[in-house]
């Protein structure tokens, strides 16, 4: 197959998609959870059966506590998350809860806004740290080489995959966000993380395999050499992508409310990864190619 052949197409497609996720993100923005804007944590468990979602917050109206994040966990309990409250509001609540049957507190935890404004701003700059490692290593580890690429281009071309590959799973979480509640929490950040490791591994392979040629001189067109290269990556790629999903997917149908948000983001960011790396990482390198 030849992955360049129809490289504006791709860099078409992706270009729409991306502009779509920014556009997703300055329209609606993220809806960050407490752990990144303060707030309460409250952990409960129904001695009978579980109230529904809406009954619960309509239940609590009565605190005017803003936006009222509930969980199911296991089979009949809850997790409940509000703005940040007092003690009083902490133990009113407990009775309110009891008003229709006995529950059971598991845990009852606060986190302040500067706490969570720090932890913000930790995330973001974890975030950019492990970008730059990435981009580093693959700077690294091609350093030797030099022809007709040198090592930098190779780190350019990783740069603007990782790029397209946190921005495509952003997106979909702002418009989550905005019309279903989703809210960005560290376990969403654990998994972005893990699509950034996921993606360079993809990459790292189609270069790896790109090295080889190159030394062995498969083809003296380097177009050739690309394809071919992207070719004999492809069944890893897709393999090691397409198991990783399967399991991601039955964790996310049948792991529970709280493993959905992070197996969502895992699923999205490496099929967006695999994508990237098979129908991006050829023709940037040729169009890097062309203008060096």
Known sequence: MNFVRYKKIYFAFSGLVILASIGSVAVFGLNPGIDFTGGSILEVSYSGQRPSNQEIRDGLAEFKLGEIYVQPTEENGVIIKTKDI?????????QKLNASQDVREKRFESLGPVIGK????KTVTLIILALFAMVVYIIFA???IRR??????????????????IAVPIGVFAVLGKFYGIQITIPVVAALLTVVGYAINNVVVVFDRLRENLSKR?????????????????????????????????????????????????????TAGTYSAVFLT?????IFKKHA
């Open 142 to 144: 091609f350093r030797k």
């Open 282 to 286: 050829a023709p940037l390198l040729t």
């Open 86 to 94: 007092s003690e009083e509001t902490h133990r009113l609540i407990i």
């Open 118 to 121: 720090e932890l913000r701003e």
């Open 218 to 270: 498969v083809s003296v067109v380097f177009d050739e050499t690309v394809n071919k290269s992207i070719s004999q990556s492809l069944a890893r790629c897709l393999n090691t992508s397409l198991t990783t999903i399967l399991v991601l997917s039955a964790i996310f149908f049948f792991g529970g409310p709280t493993l959905r948000a992070f197996s969502l983001a895992l699923i999205i960011g490496i």
């Open 148 to 165: 007709p690429l040198p090592p930098w281009q190779y780190g350019a071309v990783s740069l603007v995959i990782l790029f397209h590959d």
